[in-house]
């Protein structure tokens, strides 16, 4: 395609998409592939890049720029967290480029660090270039829901600060490794209710309470307060109701309605615990990871 | 032994520990076992008891009063919850006697049940026998630490409500399964130090914000911020701390120190914790489960 100048990669953990995009950052063309970086054997990062982006050989020396977890301690390329607030710019200043045996010109985005008020310390890799691809006008609160959900204020585009929840993480591991898995393995029941329900009990009083709010959801079962089945659902919306009220601590004073960055699963699943607080929300493009790398690219003067 | 009266058996899901005991309550003889109800195959409860009891075989038609996880689904008889307010009178009342097939007189203690504020519901199998042996006058606050810890409102010896949280359960389970285990497989640097900042960090703020400090861990080994090979210490101490916040939201008027009824290693630890955040708090028998059986067994006439 004689059009393409770029070659954007979200190359996370188990996951690896790749966009080929034109001089206006519009998508040419996309892949997908399950080389996640955990599954590269012997560090052979350049070999499997490569094997993955060949469709696009005839376009081969484009170049080449990539965020997400491939710049960990466990991945190509460590890059150090750039601290908040940054945007674009910094991002965009803080590339670690490098070209490959094969002469491949290939640049790394690197992840975001951010301090708490009491001194605490929070860290990202590839939701910042997400970020800097929704590039609106004034002040917003982004979530950006996952294994690690991060939420992020931000204003006219530049991170001011963000959150980290263990969310994902946490719900797989209480789901299968406490008692409750006992009944988390089988669904039924009203689904949808029983994670709103969840998502109710989880945003009140701020989120606390969670360690009682947990052993509940096994008590209920036992006295047959709700199906049993609906134990994998309601802890779901224990989880996310806690993250949201925790968020609102974070950024009180920003104006709804939050924008809901990601996958359309789990997009649709916060929409929905929004909706079960009557709460203001918004998906933004799925694409957001490629348009945050064109638009870094495009300030580094790659395209 | 001819001075002994009663047996009395604390039948848990992983445990298994006998007293024999005078006219008096004064425990004449012990035993430990590891036929744990989960080691139990086919339903032999009846042959594994007497097994483990058999050192006493000269004491032979003893009457037995059990309690714990014995009398839950899982168990050897189930027995339905008693509500709350209750004491050691109601249990007496509500015990559960069969005649083995041996001729053995056998008492269960049944659990008990809760009902919170907003009706979330609560429940215990155990724990109601180990406060029924702690009698003091007045009130106090109570907990029982553990995969499931309790803490109790107790008036005059009568439980008037408890609150559970998961937190020995969920600390086994974010330590191993979730991004955390990366780190807490070793232990090193000051670990009473790691779990007491652990403990303050969860105290903070009425114990909200959990699923943003337990990322925090992740993010502060990360950066340095303190020894990785601390995680552990820290998760132990953020959770626990962060269960002291939930209990003092419970029950927040009780004048100190929080009686702590419970096996040494893990009531060690919340001491430490109390000793941490500057709280007092004094360590009960740990005889309370034999205690309370003896308490509940005369209250019904068994000896």
Chains 1, 2 share one sequence.
Do not use: N
Request: a negative charge; proline letters at 4%.
């Amino acid at each position: 395609m004689t059009d393409a100048r770029l070659i954007g990669i979200d190359w996370g953990t188990t996951s690896f998409r790749g966009a080929l995009m034109d001089a206006g950052g519009r998508i040419l063309d996309r892949i997908e592939d399950r080389i996640g970086l955990t599954a590269i054997q012997d560090r052979a990062f350049e070999a499997a890049l490569e094997a993955a982006i060949s469709p696009w050989s005839g376009d081969a020396r484009l170049p080449v720029i990539a965020s997400g977890m491939v710049t960990s301690r466990t991945g190509w390329v460590e890059t150090p967290y750039l601290p908040c607030p940054a945007g674009a710019d910094e991002l965009a200043g803080a590339l670690t480029a490098i070209t490959t045996s094969a002469g491949r010109h290939l640049s790394f985005v690197t992840g975001m660090s951010f301090r708490h008020a009491d001194g605490a310390p929070d860290v990202m890799r590839g939701e910042e270039t997400q970020i800097a691809g929704i590039a609106r006008p004034g002040e917003q609160l982004l979530v950006l829901p996952g294994t690690h959900s991060k939420w992020a204020h931000v204003s006219d585009g530049r991170i001011l600060g963000f959150r980290t929840a263990m969310t994902g993480d946490a719900f797989a591991a209480l789901k299968d490794h406490t008692v409750l898995r006992l009944t988390t393995g089988s669904s039924g029941g009203d689904g949808q209710a029983a994670f709103a329900a969840g998502v109710r009990t989880g945003f009140a009083e701020g989120g606390a309470g969670l360690l009682g709010r947990l052993f509940r959801l096994r008590a209920g079962a036992l006295l047959g307060d709700y199906p049993a089945e609906e134990t994998a659902e309601r802890l779901s919306g224990l989880l996310i109701g806690t993250e949201i009220a925790e968020a609102h601590r974070f950024a009180p004073g920003l104006a709804a309605p939050v924008v809901i960055v990601g996958g359309a699963e789990l997009a649709t699943r916060y929409a929905a615990a929004f909706a079960a607080l009557g709460m203001a929300a918004e998906a933004a493009d799925p694409d957001a990871a490629f348009h945050g790398q064109f638009r870094i690219a495009r300030q580094a003067g790659l395209v």
